[in-house]
Structure formats: structure tokens, C-alpha cells
């Protein structure tokens, strides 16, 4: 083999070039992200959902949820169970999409087939206080009050750093 001048020095640079292309994708979804969420807490629907779209179409499943709570938000219901759906299927393990099927139904009233997806949330994301007290709430509502107070009461246990933004005066 005759060896070829820069040859190696050539490869490193698009090993190098290669490796900064594959890390963008990833900067960019945690900035759709967190733009998304920036967004959705500004009331801004339209923006919210396009940056949720571009980390949803990178491959990111709370992209998706996130696409899922701008429709939740909206009462939306099944465009949000859509995009929840969606999302459990890109990320099984991901709590967001079961609390936020579990939500959807919950705010159909429909507490009793919401109660497994919220505890499947609980389950995945121990400090998902959002999730803790919707399956608190379900629980009563279902005549389960024993469960539900002791669920709502590990709920509120959280410091204010845990605390749901709507439990804050």
C-alpha cells in the first residue's frame, strides 16, 4: 500500500466533521424542547407546537408530548391522545405520554380506565407530582378513598421544588 500525504490527517477531519454533524440533532431537539416548553407556558400555542414538531421529528419523543400537552391545553382531546399515543409508541419508558393519556381521560370524566396509564406514569417517574394527584383524584372520584388520600397525600409531601405550579399562591 503506498501511503498517501494527509491521507490520515483527511479521515480524521471527517471522522471529526462526522461526529459534530451527528451531535447537532441533539443540541437542537434540547433547544426545540425547551423552546417548546417556553412557549406553552406563554400561552403561545402556534409557536409551541412548531418547535414540539421539530423535536418530534428528530426522533424525540417528548417532542411528541409536548405536541400532546399544547393540545391537551387547547381541549383538544383526541388530537392530544393522538400525539400521547404517539409517543408511548417512540418511547415506551417515557411518563409523559402515559400521564398524559391518563389526563385526557381524566378530563373526560372516564377516571376508572384512567387510573392504570396514571400509575403507569407514577411507576416510571417517581417525582411526577402532576401525575401523583391526578391518580389521587381519580382514585376518589372512583370511590377508592383510602388509596386516593394516601396517594394525594405522598403528592403533596414534595418540597416547593417539586411543587405543581398550580398548588403554588
Known amino acids: 500500500m503506498i501511503p498517501i500525504p494527509g491521507l490520515f490527517r483527511r479521515s480524521s477531519l471527517i471522522a471529526l466533521a462526522a461526529t459534530a454533524w451527528l451531535s447537532v440533532p441533539v443540541a ?20 409551541a ?5 421539530r423535536a418530534a421529528q428528530q426522533g424525540d419523543a417528548s417532542g411528541r408530548a409536548g405536541v400532546g400537552l399544547v393540545w391537551l391545553r387547547r ?5 392530544a391522545w393522538e400525539a400521547f ?17 391518563g389526563e385526557v381521560l381524566r378530563r373526560q370524566e372516564k377516571y376508572g380506565e384512567a387510573i392504570p396509564l ?30 386516593g388520600v394516601a396517594t394525594l397525600s ?11 405550579r398550580f398548588l403554588v399562591a
Open 28 to 47: 437542537v431537539r434540547a433547544d426545540d424542547l425547551k423552546d417548546g416548553r417556553a412557549a406553552l407556558q406563554g400561552g403561545r400555542y402556534e409557536d
Open 49 to 53: 407546537i412548531k418547535a414540539f414538531e
Open 75 to 79: 381541549r383538544q382531546y383526541d388530537k
Open 85 to 101: 399515543q404517539l409517543a408511548q409508541k417512540m418511547d415506551p419508558n417515557l411518563a409523559m405520554a402515559y400521564y398524559g393519556q
Open 118 to 147: 396514571l400509575q403507569k406514569a407514577n411507576d416510571l417517574d417517581r417525582k411526577f407530582p402532576e401525575a401523583k394527584l391526578a391518580l389521587g383524584d381519580c382514585l376518589v372520584r372512583t370511590h377508592q378513598f383510602d388509596k
Open 154 to 164: 405522598d403528592g403533596l409531601k414534595w418540597g416547593s421544588k417539586w411543587r405543581p
